[in-house]
């Protein structure tokens, strides 16, 4: 299976300040198609995952413009331009190029 | 308004057999892939099925093939995983999501527990 790792797996930020958290994949995820399958989801606690970048860069609707991916070939990025305490939770990375798709062991975003 | 509602989730022994279902409202069912994924308590997602609208194309991953066996019902805009030989590994949140994953599906449910345990 594609391994995927993230880090930090812990993120403490201030409010209104950035951060960013790292995806690498441990094959390609450049499929046959031309598009690259690495997704980002956000769950909240007690909450079901939910989608909030596909195919590394595009950001689903109701998701505000401060959550912003990019990368490329196994290297990816998810950053958040300025935290708001609604942002407190475990963003996954997930990759849908090779069964089975599979995820990161996720970041803890928390306020510092 | 896409729509998706688990249920069938409980507790059940080492060995033994659950039927989950998942009815769908809002879409096209019978032109939709359809997933199952599950989530341990204190883990990351695993993505573990996917089925076609057809019903034709069908994928499991290896934690689950021989064990589980995901099915759909278009007239009744119904998803099913039938899950056998339950382990304690097992133990976890299952959702069902609208696609077939590739696309890290943006519509999922709000999940049902399934707790294996004697």
């Known amino acids: 299976d594609v391994v995927m790792t993230q880090s930090p797996l812990s993120l403490p930020v201030t409010l209104g300040q950035p951060a960013s958290i790292s995806c690498r994949s441990s094959?390609?995820?450049?499929?046959?198609?031309?598009?690259?399958?690495l997704n980002w989801f956000q769950q909240r606690p007690g909450q079901s995952p939910r989608r909030l970048i596909y195919?590394?860069?595009n950001r689903d609707s109701g998701v505000p413009d401060r959550f912003s991916g990019s990368g490329s070939g196994t290297d990816f990025t998810l950053k958040i331009s300025r935290v708001e305490a609604e942002d407190v939770g475990i963003y996954y990375c997930m990759q849908g190029r090779h069964w089975p798709w599979t995820f990161g062991q996720g970041t803890k975003v928390e306020i510092k | 308004q896409v729509h998706l509602v688990e249920s069938g989730g409980g507790l059940v022994k080492p060995g033994g057999s659950l039927r989950l279902s998942c009815a769908a409202s809002?879409?096209?069912?019978?032109?939709?892939?359809m997933s199952w994924i599950r989530q341990a308590p204190g883990k990351g997602p695993e993505w573990i099925s996917y089925i076609s609208g057809s019903g034709s194309d069908i994928n499991h991953a290896d934690s689950v093939r021989g064990r589980f066996t995901m099915s759909r019902d278009n007239a009744k805009n119904s998803l099913y995983l039938q899950m056998n030989s339950l382990r304690v590994e097992d133990t976890a949140v299952y959702y069902c999501a609208r696609g077939s994953g590739r696309d890290g599906s943006p519509f999922w449910g709000q999940g049902t527990p399934v707790t294996v345990s004697s």
């Open positions: 195919k590394v860069s």
């Open positions: 094959q390609s995820l450049v499929y046959t198609d031309g598009n690259t399958y």
């Open positions: 809002g879409f096209t069912f019978s032109d939709s892939y």
